[in-house]
């Protein structure tokens, strides 16, 4: 093989790549603003002939293109610079790799919808499955996704205080039972300081009960007859404010 000649491929997903980039070397702003946003690229051949100056002569270059909510654009743009080299940095395996040319910002009207954003991979992945099938207009591709992230999220949240989380046959327990027993410890360790806010918890049980039926009977996750979309974005509402919740009171108690 000719050693001048360019072999390695962008990824696919180069969204999530990138993210998990930044996340890896301790840019947690730009990864969390890049969250909400989808990255496309357009491979303009190698980085000499696109007038790119500079140790060019075995990389390619790119112009990337990022769409995301008007908040999280002005966040990148701030940063464009790093954002370039982080970009460059995370295609850039080996000594040949790409060169951002240029990066054009999107503005879109995608309905914003706040998810703690955790490190672990499976929920990086199950946040962006979220956000796009609601950028999509599609909010019952949500409902099944959703319930997973919930599920694996309170889990996690229990076993940091301990708080089992499967029976005494190592079945795992139900969403709406993990909401209970959250909502019991907080009670008993006098979490809250409002009664709207333990109130809201409590709720949260018979909401997160609903929410099973609503997975299992009216969305994707069987061969169902779903939720329309105005039921459906409801829905998704009401889950990702509580789970908000869940995320702010567990980070001010850490």
């Known amino acids: 093989m000719n050693q001048y000649e360019f072999t390695y491929e962008i990824p696919d997903d180069i969204t999530n790549q990138v993210i998990r980039f930044l996340q890896m070397n301790g840019e947690d702003a730009l990864a969390k603003a890049l969250i909400s946003c989808r990255i496309e690229y357009e491979d303009l051949g190698l980085a000499y002939y696109a007038g790119m100056k ?12 990022i769409e995301g909510p008007e908040k999280q654009i002005d966040i990148l743009k701030a940063r464009e610079r790093l954002l370039k080299e982080k970009i460059q940095k995370s295609l850039r395996p080996t000594t040949t790799g790409y060169l951002v040319h240029s990066i054009d910002y999107l503005v879109n009207d995608a309905v914003e919808i706040s998810l703690p954003d955790e490190q672990a991979e499976s929920f990086d992945i199950l946040s962006r499955d979220i956000r796009d099938a609601l950028n999509k207009g599609e909010p019952t591709l949500v409902l099944d996704r959703l319930h997973t992230y919930s599920v694996r999220y309170l889990r996690e949240i229990c ?59 009216q969305s994707y996750a069987h061969d169902n007859e779903v939720l329309n979309n105005a039921e459906a974005m409801y829905v998704v509402s009401v889950v990702t404010a509580t789970l908000t919740l869940l995320h702010e009171v567990e980070n001010s108690h850490l």
Do not use: C
């Open 159 to 217: 076993k940091t205080h301990g708080i089992p989380i499967t029976d005494n046959k190592g079945d795992g327990i139900p969403l709406h039972s993990l909401a209970g027993s959250l909502s019991k410890y907080y009670r008993d360790n006098k979490v809250f300081q409002s009664d709207f806010a333990e109130q809201a918890m409590k709720m949260s049980i018979s909401t997160f009960e609903k929410y099973n039926h609503v997975r299992n009977q």
């Open 54 to 65: 500079g140790d060019n002569w075995n990389k390619k270059a790119l112009d990337i293109t």
